[in-house]
T-cell receptor, first 112, second 115 residues
């Protein structure tokens, strides 16, 4: 029973490019969450998704950021036209419902 | 708007002694609290949790205490071991059903256990 799988582990993008971060939840988990951790800070909630639905995106910037969790396949966090301030560790977590969150190892995005 | 606060960025403790990590929150709607441990370049790992209907939960060397009136919780680790050296995050959730799963994290406390 694999845990939450995130890929890539490290991603380097030039300013203006697009970044796509993937998250495969624990098998059987239908709830996915994305968090961002800036250097020297705690994790900040970005978005909460269930299959094909965005439940809460209150923590996600209104522009350039989008997330999806399709019926089939991993959840995708997409950042368009990346800027240096997007450099951070992005963590995905999944749960079967209330509680029981499992985090992935994160994707470290560096914008150069 | 930092609703969960860990005011001690670091803590150094001798091996075998007790580590006490503190966490304060401001949102009275929070009803479930969790502690996570994080090593560098890894994701947070769940340690222990507590529901607001309890004031104490114990699991092996880890005990979490909740004081709802003070909006304060603490994590006790006893005895501390070198492998406990990590960043510890306090997290809270609660409120509306749809956002129940959204965790609010503190900034973390770096624990260093010395021989």
């Amino acid at each position: 029973n694999a845990g939450v799988m995130q890929n890539p582990r490290h991603l380097v993008r030039r300013r203006g490019q697009e970044a796509r971060l993937r998250c495969s939840p624990v098998k059987g988990h239908s709830h996915v969450y994305w968090y961002r951790q800036l250097p020297e800070e705690g994790l900040k909630f970005m978005v909460y998704l269930q299959k094909e639905n965005i439940i809460d995106e209150s923590g996600m910037p209104k522009e350039r950021f989008s997330a999806e969790f399709p019926k089939e396949g991993p959840s995708i966090l997409r950042i368009q036209q990346v800027v240096r301030g997007d450099s951070a560790a992005y963590f995905c977590a999944s749960s079967p419902g209330l509680g029981g969150y499992t985090f992935g190892s994160g994707t470290r995005l560096t914008v150069v | 708007d930092q609703q969960v606060k860990q005011n001690s960025p670091s803590l150094s403790v001798q091996e075998g002694r007790i580590s006490i990590l503190n966490c304060d929150y401001t949102n009275s709607m929070f009803d479930y609290f969790l502690w996570y441990k994080k090593y560098p370049a890894e994701g947070p790992t769940f340690l222990i949790s507590i529901s607001s209907i309890k004031d104490k939960n114990e699991d092996g060397r880890f005990t979490v205490f909740l004081n709802k009136s003070a909006k304060h919780l603490s994590l006790h680790i006893v005895p501390s071991q070198p492998g406990d050296s990590a960043v510890y995050f306090c997290a809270a959730t609660g409120g509306t059903t749809d956002s129940w799963g959204k965790l609010q994290f503190g900034a973390g406390t770096q624990v260093v256990v010395t021989p």
